[in-house]
């Protein structure tokens, strides 16, 4: 083959392998090869432009998964600035709603956040820090009770909350705000706090595959407390005699800790209430081990379960592919892909996926399009939902709301179909 056919198809052949993967991220198969075989041509026709397109290629790939398409770009912003508007309120509900205090917390808020992202922070204490002392030190890790009232059909029901990495309590409370409009129950909040994006990114790693453990104690810039107050919290709802169902939602980093919480607690005395009462649902699986779902082809699980799992991703999320559809789209490999423990990939539960959505951010990638655009049909979360509505508009109505379905029924349906 003569040099300047290659130099030709390099180009082309990018182009070709663009269109792939963009036009759905599970055409992935057929696009890796394509660009293994430019770095090929690159290589054997020393074509720097061809090197530089494949490195922009991933950049644009990488920037894409997290915060979406150039159409998404504006909701995102529009987002942002609306969760660092948030007015603060303490756990009882209590703000202050004077327009100089919304600003001066705006602007406290933009500089607050651009700093926890980019500056690690000290182990956080105890004492009530303010301005930039509070800065210095890592917001704490810890569980917040609802801000709302129940509705009396949902009052035997508990929802939990867990955000995932460069969360700051203002954007917690904001997709909090966002579930419990969607769904209508009470959010318990778990607020796994940013330490960075670059410590964040450290802690997945060291929670995803079992490295650097010895670094998890002693207050030390990787820790694990975030998954110790889960386990309490669930523990907790899961021995109430008052409570039928728990709910746990997860997304990104928090999907990992979900995952460390529950091969725990399916090992302790509550795993027999956890097959009853307990439906898991997570936003961009990028955990190691999600146990007590289903199993490939849909059989039950061999060992103690939980009532549901659901692994929500949206085909473009370039996290997700780094659970869940990495094993969904490369089983046979997910097996030889092992954390420090020698356990190889394995996430349980039922996948739903959007194949053709992009974007990573809980809020503007996931809710609103379930919330605004109908996606993820296939997740009983879209009946909760359904349901949800159905009550607010026989409430606006006046009449007495149908009576709603129970957990079980919906989860019974759900298998059904």
């Not at 969760?83 to 603060?88: E, G, H, P, R, T």
């Amino acid at each position: 083959v003569s040099v300047p056919i290659l130099i030709l198809c390099s180009p082309v052949l990018l182009v070709v392998a663009g269109l792939c993967i963009c036009f759905s991220p599970l055409l992935i198969l057929i696009g890796v090869p394509i660009l293994f075989a430019i770095v090929v041509f690159a290589l054997v026709t020393f074509s720097s432009a061809t090197v530089i397109a494949i490195f922009a290629l991933l950049i644009c790939g990488i920037v894409f998964g997290v915060v979406g398409l150039l159409w998404d770009w504006p909701r995102l912003f529009i987002n942002a600035m609306t969760a660092l508007w948030y007015k603060m309120e303490d756990d009882n509900g209590e703000g202050n709603d004077s327009p100089f205090s919304q600003l001066g917390n705006f602007v406290k808020n933009f500089i607050a956040t651009l700093w926890r992202y980019l500056i690690p922070s000290f182990p956080a204490v105890d004492a009530d820090l303010s301005g930039f002392p509070a800065l210095l030190f890592r917001e704490p890790c810890k569980y917040h009770k609802p801000k709302n009232a129940s509705p009396e059909e949902y009052k035997k029901e508990v929802w939990i909350y867990i955000n995932g990495i460069a969360t700051t309590r203002d954007i917690a409370e904001t997709n909090r705000d966002l579930l419990f409009e969607m769904f209508g129950r009470p959010i318990h909040l778990i607020h796994n706090p940013t330490d960075s994006i670059l410590v964040d990114l450290i802690e997945c790693l060291a929670w995803k595959v079992g490295l650097l453990g010895t670094l998890t104690n002693l207050g030390s810039l990787v820790y694990k407390q975030p998954e110790d107050v889960l386990k309490k919290q669930l523990t907790r709802f899961l021995n109430q005699s008052d409570v039928e169902k728990v709910v746990l939602i997860a997304h990104s980093q928090g999907t990992i800790v979900t995952g460390n919480a529950l091969t725990d607690l399916l090992q302790g005395p509550t795993c027999d209430k956890m097959k009853s009462k307990l439906e898991v649902y997570n936003f961009a699986t990028c955990a190691h081990n999600m146990p007590g779902g289903t199993i490939r082809g849909g059989s039950s699980p061999s060992v103690p379960g939980v009532k549901s799992i659901e692994n929500i991703s949206n085909g473009g999320d370039i996290v997700a592919w780094l659970g869940d559809l990495f094993q969904k789209a490369f089983y046979l490999l997910s097996n030889l892909w092992i954390d420090a423990n020698g356990k190889s990939l394995h996430i349980t539960g039922k996948s739903v996926v959007e194949t053709f959505l992009w974007g990573h951010l809980l809020n503007t990638h996931y809710l609103k399009p379930m919330q605004k655009h109908g996606k993820y049909s296939g997740s009983v979360l879209v009946r909760y939902m359904n349901q949800e509505k159905e009550r607010q508009r026989t409430s606006e109505q006046g009449s007495p709301p149908s009576p709603s379905p129970s957990s079980a029924s919906i989860v019974m349906k759900e298998k059904m179909t």
